[in-house]
Every structure is written in structure tokens, then in C-alpha cells.
């Protein structure tokens, strides 16, 4: 997305849809970054760190890891591949979580994964792609999609945030599945990602 793109997909989303366009207008810009991110690496192993954590929590974690990283900080999957089970632990990542950055560092070093050639796939094949990797799901693949690729059309509709932003912006009665979702986010696209941001912004 440019900014051009997104003040065209504030646009769209205000006239389209009057529940969405309150919020737009309360909030104001977006906070989705319009250039593409690069280091798509790190951003799978901050979104591993991150998993089932409070935002400070993954941060002080994610703090620890890059405290061990010769590169400015900046994890590779050459310098996390020869850290120690003692040294991942240490820095408070579970097991569980050291495998899968483990597993996330070797497939990307012999090949089995694709992190340089994403830009020219589509959202789905990025799905498939990623999810290759233990550990990562369809939902910490549709947050690489928005907030590292800046694609503009993703909703997460697995995303508990979004399940109670839309339930409370559309005052539904139940929390509402993904088919209904989906049907309520299709006034959205090709802007979803756009929508799906101020859903979020919504509750804080």
C-alpha cells in the first residue's frame, strides 16, 4: 500500500460503510505502515515470541533475544541457529517456542522456506508458504500479511480482537463466526486490512 492507497481506502471504507466510518473519523490516520517491510525473518520470530503474551511481556522477551544477536540486534537465522536450548530459555522463550524458532531458522537456511521470494506471491501461497514453519498458523501469517507486507486486503477472521470489535461496532446479539465475517467484511474490500486496523483501534 501506498499513501496514496490508504487515503483512497479511508475513502472508500467511509462511504461504503456508516458503522466503519464513525470509527475512521474518530481515529483518525491509519497506524498500518505503507512501505513494505524487508526483514520479514525477524518479524516471524517476534510474532513466535509474541504468541499468547501480553504486548510487554513479548517485548522484554524480544529485548533478551536481540540483546544476543551480534547483527545490531537484529535476529538471522544463522546467529539463532547456534544459540543454545540454555540460551533460548534463558531469555524466557518456553520449549515450545525455542523449537519453533529453531525450526523456523533451519528452514530458512537449507531452503525449505521461501522468505525472499513473498513479494511476488499471492496472500493465500503466503499462507502456505509460512505455515510450513512449526509454530506459525494462519493467523501469525495474516499479521506478517498486514503489518510486514502492508497487503491491503486481509481480515483475520480468527483474530479475537476482531470478533469483538465487530460484534460491539455492529451491536450484534452473538459473537459472530467467520462466515458471518466475512459477509459483513465483504462492503470492505479490497480494504480489509485498512478495516480491519480501525477495528482494532476500536476497543482501546
Known amino acids: ?23 475512521i473519523k474518530q481515529r483518525g490516520a491509519c497506524g498500518i505502515k505503507t512501505e513494505r517491510a524487508t526483514d520479514i525473518f525477524s518479524g516471524l520470530v517476534e510474532a513466535i515470541v509474541s504468541q499468547q503474551l501480553s504486548t510487554r511481556a513479548a517485548a522484554t522477551i524480544h529485548g533478551r533475544l536481540r ?6 540486534g537484529r535476529p538471522t537465522p544463522e546467529a539463532l541457529i547456534l544459540l543454545s536450548d540454555a540460551s533460548l530459555r534463558g531469555v524466557g522463550l518456553s520449549r515450545q517456542k525455542a523449537a519453533y524458532v529453531r525450526d523456523l531458522s533451519r528452514k530458512v537456511i537449507d531452503g525449505a522456506v521461501n522468505i525472499d521470494g513473498l513479494a511476488g506471491m499471492g496472500d493465500e501461497e503466503i499462507v502456505q508458504e509460512l505455515t510450513k514453519i512449526k509454530g506459525v498458523g494462519r ?3 495474516e499479521m506478517i500479511l498486514i503489518f510486514r507486507l502492508a497487503r491491503p486486503d486481509v481480515l483475520p477472521v480468527g483474530d479475537l480482537g476482531i470478533v ?8 450484534l446479539r452473538r459473537a459472530p463466526d467467520a462466515k458471518r465475517m466475512l459477509k459483513i467484511g465483504e462492503r470492505w474490500r479490497p480494504y480489509r486490512s485498512v ?5 482494532w ?3 482501546e
Open 1 to 23: 500500500m501506498t499513501v496514496g492507497d490508504m487515503a483512497r481506502a479511508r475513502r472508500a471504507l467511509m462511504r461504503r460503510d456508516k458503522v466503519l466510518g464513525a470509527i
Open 67 to 72: 540483546a544476543l544477536m551480534p547483527d545490531a
Open 139 to 141: 493467523w501469525t501469517v
Open 164 to 171: 469483538k470489535a465487530i460484534q460491539k461496532a455492529y451491536a
Open 195 to 199: 478495516a480491519s486496523w480501525y477495528l
Open 201 to 203: 483501534a476500536s476497543l
